[in-house]
T-cell receptor, first 116, second 114 residues
């Protein structure tokens, strides 16, 4: 049973560039959430995708955008990168079709982004 | 204690002892709580969860206690092992308010002394 996978594992970009991160959910899951984790902090919610739509968004600027594909995989895009965007980006998958918000979210290993 | 910036609260325990990790959650409307374990360089790993209609839930070697009166959550690990060394996060969710996001606490670093 494949767990949540993310690619790439590490990425180095320069200020102003754009980046795309990818996530494949756990087998059987249809919902993907993205989190940003700064060093020494807990993860912060960016947004959640369900049925190819952004269902909920956290307090992140429009530079952060996403997409969910028919196979439930997802991408996170960040435009006009800032030094402060350096962080571990985590993808979590869950089963959303039950309509219950308390379905367990299972996390992938993350993508570590460094902005220079 | 509270963490500031990069300084996580740290708990050091002897191997074989029981560990208790505490968390004060922020929102009285939260109705679902989860404990995650995060090892260095890895994503958070689900440990145990509890809904607000329960006070206690047990898993394998772990117990979660919820005190809604004082908005406090604790994770008890029995017979702590070196493999338990990690950062532990509590997370809350307000499902009753139609929210799907998890809000994480600052984390506690558990160090197990062999």
């Amino acid at each position: 049973d494949a767990g949540v996978t993310q690619s790439p594992t590490h990425l180095i970009k320069t200020r102003g560039q754009q980046v795309t991160l990818r996530c494949s959910p756990k087998s059987g899951h249809d919902t993907v959430s993205w989190y940003q984790q700064a060093l020494g902090q807990g993860p912060q919610f960016i947004f959640q995708y369900y049925e190819e739509e952004e269902r909920q968004r956290g307090n992140f600027p429009d530079r952060f955008s996403g997409h969910q594909f028919p196979n439930y995989s997802s991408e996170l895009n960040v435009n006009a990168l800032l030094l402060g965007d350096s962080a571990l980006y985590l993808c979590a998958s869950s089963l959303g079709r039950s309509g219950r918000g308390w379905e367990t979210q299972y996390f992938g290993p993350g993508t570590r982004l460094l902005v220079l | 204690g509270e963490s500031v910036g990069l300084h996580l609260p740290t708990l050091s325990v002897q191997e074989g002892d029981n560990s208790i990790i505490n968390c004060a959650y922020s929102n009285s409307a939260s109705d679902y709580f989860i404990w995650y374990k995060q090892e260095s360089g890895k994503g958070p790993q689900f440990i145990i969860d509890i809904r607000s209609n329960m006070d206690k839930r047990q898993g394998q070697r772990v117990t979660v206690l919820l005190n809604k009166t004082v908005k406090h959550l604790s994770l008890q690990i029995a017979a702590t092992q070196p493999g338990d060394s990690a950062v532990y996060f509590c997370a809350e969710n307000m499902n009753g308010a139609g929210s799907y996001q998890l809000t994480f606490g600052k984390g506690t670093k558990l160090s197990v002394i062999p």
